[in-house]
Every structure is written in C-alpha cells, then in structure tokens.
Nanobody, 123 residues
C-alpha cells in the first residue's frame, strides 16, 4: 500500500490549508484512516481519524479548526486546517489502519504510513 500526502507549504498565521492523502489500496473506503503530525523535537501527535462509516475523531486540542474527510471514489482523504497557528508547524503524516477498524488515536493502530508533508506557519 502506498500513501502519498500533499498540500503542505509555508503560510502565515491565520491562513488555511487543505492536505490530501491518496491511497493505492482498493476498497479504500473500508479502512480506518488517520492524520498525525510531528513537530521538531516532539513526539508524533494524533490529529484526526475517520473510519469506514465516516465517523470522525480529533485530537483534544484540535477540534474546531481541523476537519477530516474522505473521497471514497477517488481513494483520497483530506485534512482541512483553518486559522493556522505557528504551533501547527509540523510534518503531517497520513496513515491507514485496519479493515473495518474502529477509530484509534494511537499510532500503533495504523499499519501503513505516507512520507509526510511539511506545514510551516510563520508568525
């Protein structure tokens, strides 16, 4: 399985970005999908997840500015980030979990990972 994250960039505080993750796996819609991020010197952090039913979960401090969605026909997942802050600066990774998997905030719940896309927010 190959996952390719894209859409990152250098933006100013308050801007918005839409990250995308394309998956090579068939039956994409049946898998748990998630976004994580890792800032320099920090541990990987759960951002959002979406399961096969479309049910979503977000990191505790992130709900409200982040929206995860899936385009099943296009085998693509998105992460809309609004009102970006300098603390959002990180490499954002998309990940695929289990078939029919339940929502999971732990990195161990995901088997396949993309290379990540860099998001840098200037103050």
């Amino acid at each position: 399985v190959q996952l390719q994250a894209s859409g990152g960039g250098l933006v100013q505080t308050g801007a918005s970005l839409r990250l995308s993750c394309s998956a090579s796996r068939r039956a994409f819609s049946s898998y748990l999908m998630g976004w994580f991020r890792q800032a320099p010197g920090k541990e990987r952090e759960f951002v959002a997840a979406i399961d096969w039913r479309g049910k979503t979960d977000y990191g505790d401090s992130l709900k409200g500015r982040f929206t995860i969605s899936k385009d099943n026909a296009g085998n693509t997942m998105h992460l809309q980030i609004n009102t970006l802050e300098p603390d959002d600066t990180a490499v954002y990774y998309c990940a695929m979990g289990r078939l029919w998997g339940e929502l999971d905030r732990g990195a161990n719940g995901y088997t396949y990972w993309g290379r990540g896309t860099q998001v840098t927010v200037s103050s």
